[in-house]
């Protein structure tokens, strides 16, 4: 089953969302700020990654704009796990260059149907989801 590196920095939602994903198959690797994340990301190289956008060292934005800049992982589905819910927080993170957006708390159905769709849908085009 796919590889998915989750960024939090909050033990209590990476222990819920680890529940939800290793429940489905998945293999879950986990970082717990920003710096770490984007280490992980270039040398695991998951299917897909969730990050969140609160971290303390390099918020997720910047994570992702990275991500997405360094040809390496720029082709991971990233997807934004937020708290960040006030209006304008998607259009914040769509143009960070998040590849989806899911706000906290996440539904165990909407989270793992999201991910679902990147990890099997034709990646020569682009989408942006929720």
């Known amino acids: 089953m796919a590889r998915i590196l989750y960024i939090e920095d909050n033990p209590l939602n990476m222990r819920l969302v680890r529940k939800m994903l290793l429940s489905d198959g998945y293999t879950v690797l986990e970082a717990v700020d920003g710096a770490g994340g984007l280490a992980a990301a270039e040398r695991e190289q998951p299917a897909l990654i969730l990050v969140d956008i609160n971290l303390p060292d390099v918020d997720g934005l910047e994570v992702v704009r990275r991500l997405k800049n360094n040809p390496v992982t720029a082709s991971i589905p990233a997807?934004?796990?937020?708290?960040?819910?006030?209006?304008?927080?998607?259009?914040?993170?769509?143009?960070?260059?998040?590849?989806?957006?899911?706000?906290?708390?996440?539904?165990?159905?909407?989270?793992?149907?999201?991910i679902r769709y990147f990890l099997t849908r034709d990646h020569s085009t682009p989408a942006v989801v929720r």
């Open 79 to 114: 997807i934004a796990l937020t708290a960040n819910v006030m209006h304008g927080d998607k259009t914040r993170c769509l143009e960070a260059g998040c590849d989806g957006y899911l706000a906290k708390p996440v539904a165990r159905l909407e989270m793992l149907n999201i």
